[in-house]
Every structure is written in structure tokens, then in C-alpha cells.
């Protein structure tokens, strides 16, 4: 059965903090993705990597930076939570080849207080 | 540019066909998904089209494509409870390492 697993369900943090969020996939796919998630604005692209230590902006990338360095563990840093961060982050996978599909994790809520 | 749009909510009785719209408007689109999301889960993938397709049928689920109006429409049969949750039309484009543009979501409530 394939994975995406994010590392936490709910986490709650304090404005200023480091937070880090981990995602790993057992499919072996080339690209992974960090999307979040709010009522009414659907999934929004934060980051976006193809390939180990490579990696793309997104839509909305101010605030976040990201790390690759296995190709199956793409994790997503808040340098310094702040409130307006506080949402649903979801992370997923997909295969640069046939249908390009993708996988997701079960998504990890956080509340930065 | 990428830019998916839905409408935000549909209620439909039990028993009857919903339909769920989306427009994109790239048109170097290769692949069109259907997502669904049910409450405190994460996106699990109902259906795809390729763009060269105009119409797909899968069980109870029938996706039309019309590329001239970049529309893209999930028609869901005998809509049952289990189908209230919330749906994602996505595009992806092959020449960009098929990364995945969202629409906001259709949040689909059916009534017993």
C-alpha cells in the first residue's frame, strides 16, 4: 500500500518558533510537494521539489523554505511562525513519468499561538 | 498562467446525479484530476482525463473535457451520503515535471 506519511496530525506552536514538518514517501517518486490548505482558497502551492537538494516556489513561498537532501523525505521549515500561518499543511508525491498522479498525506494542522 | 476555479458549495438529494464544474486556464495542460476530500483526511484521487480525451465514464463517475472552453465537469450518478465531502479539479502540465495546480474546492452536502 503506498505511503505519504506527514510526521504529525496537530501541532501547536508559538509565534517566533522554528516549526518543522516532515513528509516521507516509500513510492520512490521523483517530486514531491508542500501545499496549504484554507476554507475557501483550496490548496495552495508553497513548494515544489523534482529531484534530491532541488526545489521550486510556489505560489506562495514567503515565510517557508524547504529541504531535500533524500529523495523520499521533503521537509517544510516556518523560519519564525507567525498567526497567519496557522492552517492545514498537506503534503504529497507523484511520479515524473505516467499520469503523474499524486499522493497525499493526511495533513498536519497547525496553530501558531 | 495556471489558474483553476470551482464553485464553492452543491446540495443535491440522495439518489439524484451531481454535477461539479471546473474551468483552468492553462492550456498546455496534460493531465486533469478529480480529487476528493472527505473530513480530516487528505486528497485521495476519484479520476483523471488526458487533455486529448473528451470524455471519461468510471463506475459511477463521468468526467467530460471541453477543451475549447477549458471546462471540465464530474458528473457522480446516484449520489449516495458516503459522496458529501469536499472535490479538487487539478491540472498538471507534463513539460513542468507535472506539478499540480488546485482549484479552491466544491464542498458537496447531500441530503437523505
Known amino acids: 500500500d503506498v505511503k505519504v506519511t506527514q510526521s504529525s496530525r496537530y501541532l501547536v506552536k508559538r509565534t517566533g518558533e522554528k516549526v518543522f514538518l516532515e513528509c516521507v514517501q516509500d513510492?520512490?517518486?521523483?517530486?514531491m510537494f508542500w501545499y496549504r490548505q484554507d476554507p475557501g482558497l483550496g490548496l495552495r502551492l508553497i513548494y515544489f521539489?523534482?529531484?534530491?537538494?532541488?526545489?521550486e516556489k510556489g505560489d506562495i513561498p514567503e515565510g517557508y523554505s524547504v529541504s531535500r537532501e533524500k529523495k523520499e523525505r521533503f521537509s517544510l521549515i516556518l523560519e519564525s511562525a507567525s498567526t497567519n500561518q496557522t492552517s492545514m499543511y498537506l503534503c504529497?508525491?507523484?511520479?515524473?513519468?505516467?499520469?503523474?498522479?499524486?499522493?497525499f498525506g493526511q495533513g498536519t494542522r497547525l496553530t501558531v499561538v | 498562467g495556471e489558474d483553476v476555479e470551482q464553485s464553492l458549495f452543491l446540495s443535491v438529494r440522495e439518489g439524484d446525479s451531481s454535477v461539479i464544474n471546473c474551468t483552468y486556464t492553462?492550456?498546455?495542460?496534460?493531465?486533469l484530476y478529480w480529487y476528493k476530500q472527505e473530513p480530516g483526511a487528505g486528497l485521495q484521487l476519484l479520476t483523471y482525463?488526458?487533455?486529448?480525451?473528451d470524455m471519461k465514464q468510471d463506475q459511477r463517475l463521468t468526467v467530460l473535457l471541453n477543451k475549447k472552453d477549458k471546462h471540465l465537469s464530474l458528473r457522480i450518478a446516484d449520489t449516495q451520503t458516503g459522496d458529501s465531502a469536499i472535490y479538487f479539479c487539478?491540472?498538471?502540465?507534463?513539460?513542468?515535471?507535472?506539478?499540480?495546480?488546485f482549484g479552491g474546492g466544491t464542498r458537496v452536502l447531500v441530503k437523505p
Open positions: 504529497a508525491s507523484s511520479s515524473r513519468g505516467f499520469r503523474g498522479e499524486a499522493f
Open positions: 513510492m520512490d517518486h521523483e517530486n
Open positions: 521539489s523534482y529531484d534530491v537538494k532541488m526545489k
Open positions: 492553462d492550456s498546455s495542460s496534460t493531465y
Open positions: 482525463i488526458f487533455s486529448n480525451m
Open positions: 487539478a491540472e498538471s502540465i507534463s513539460a513542468a515535471g507535472n506539478k499540480l495546480t
